[in-house]
């Protein structure tokens, strides 16, 4: 049998549980509330790495050129602007035209890539099939091609002649045309000022071996690396610390450089540097090829106004401008010679939620 000390105990245990059961019920729980911490954390950590070679310089990535061909070129008797019945001609000698490739370089030798031709016929005559196109480089011939079919005015031809694996290609091109057609079938026609030929090549799809480069060629080489500081949750507000660049550079040739922070749309934010910094040329051989790498180094403090860049930071665009290739002439780069870019943040952050 229970005592009643023992049933008062119970009576005053169960008055506990009950009351304890009706304040919690009172409250008002949500589920759906945030518990938001706020902690600080330091970081110390690479932002971004890239590494660039010559499929990053954009004086070889499009390589083209255009020749414009007029009226006088193909006949010079004729009087611009006046009627006149064309007769059909064969095999009449145009040119020597010289392109202009790339200012980029002086030599390049290809892994890959294509040799493409487009002729956009803007005479009021057909340009006829057999029309001759000889390209040349130092003399020597490069490729001849021969029209399979006719190109009536207005008309356009677009084609791959070849492939440019193993070959090598300078800066300067000739063009000589042997030009047929069929005239303008006793109908007069007149030549009017915009009325001419175009001769474009490019050269596409491009992997080099190496290219030579000297006093006035020039060319910027260029990246763009995923950045992401925050992610898409966690907010970080960055209290103080700096931002660590280090540059790797095996390329012979000296860089001003410049990154930027760009949005998730790839506008422009914000620049790390406050103005471009040199990047040393790499340790050149006697023969003005790459021995070694050069280091450069270079610290930038945070400031505040960088928290809402920070925050808002999907990609960081580099950015190389050839400043100096130093005394060698010709350099030589080759597909291997790269630059290794890593920006580290050495930053204390306050972190939410």
């Not at 009172?26 to 010559?54: D, F, R, Y």
């Not at 145009?94 to 956009?120: P, R």
């Not at 490729?143 to 090598?168: E, Q, V, W």
């Not at 490019?202 to 190496?210: A, E, G, P, R």
């Amino acid at each position: 049998m229970f005592s009643i000390l023992q049933f008062y105990v119970m009576r005053i245990s169960n008055f506990f549980l009950i009351f304890s059961l009706v304040f919690l019920l009172s409250c008002h729980l949500n589920p759906n509330q945030e518990i938001t911490p706020n902690w600080s954390t330091n970081i110390l950590g690479p932002l971004v790495k890239a590494s660039l070679t010559t499929g990053n310089f954009n004086g070889i990535q499009k390589i083209e050129a255009t020749q414009t061909i007029y009226e006088k070129d193909v006949f010079p008797a004729n009087t611009p602007g006046t009627p006149v019945i064309v007769p059909a001609v064969s095999n009449v000698p145009v040119g020597t035209f010289t392109m202009d490739l790339t200012n980029a370089f002086t030599e390049a030798v290809f892994d890959s890539g294509q040799f493409n031709l487009l002729i956009t016929n803007g005479f009021p005559i057909d340009i006829a099939k057999g029309t001759t196109l000889t390209f040349k480089q130092n003399g020597t011939t490069l490729t001849t091609y021969i029209l399979p079919d006719s190109i009536a005015p207005g008309g356009t031809y677009n084609l791959n002649i070849f492939n440019l694996a193993g070959k090598t290609l300078y800066s300067q091109i000739t063009l000589d045309i042997s030009f047929s057609s069929d005239g303008s079938n006793k109908k007069f026609v007149t030549f009017n000022s915009n009325d001419y030929i175009t001769i474009g090549i490019q050269v596409i799809d491009v992997k080099v071996n190496y290219i030579l480069v000297k006093p006035g060629n020039s060319f910027t080489v260029n990246d763009t690396s995923n950045f992401q500081l925050s992610g898409d949750v966690i907010k970080a507000s960055t209290v103080s610390g700096n931002f660590i660049t280090h540059f790797s550079n095996s390329l012979p040739v000296e860089f001003n450089t410049q990154a930027y922070f760009l949005d998730e749309n790839q506008q422009l934010i914000d620049s790390l540097f406050t103005s471009p910094i040199l990047i040393k040329q790499s340790i050149l051989s006697p023969a003005c090829s790459t021995a070694s790498s050069s280091i450069t180094l270079d610290t930038v403090p945070y400031n505040s106004a960088k928290t809402n860049t920070l925050n808002n930071s999907r990609y960081v665009w580099l950015t190389f401008t050839v400043k100096s290739l130093g005394t060698c002439s010709p350099l030589i780069i080759t597909y291997k010679d790269t630059m290794q870019v890593q920006i580290v943040g050495d930053l204390k952050l306050n972190v939410t939620n």
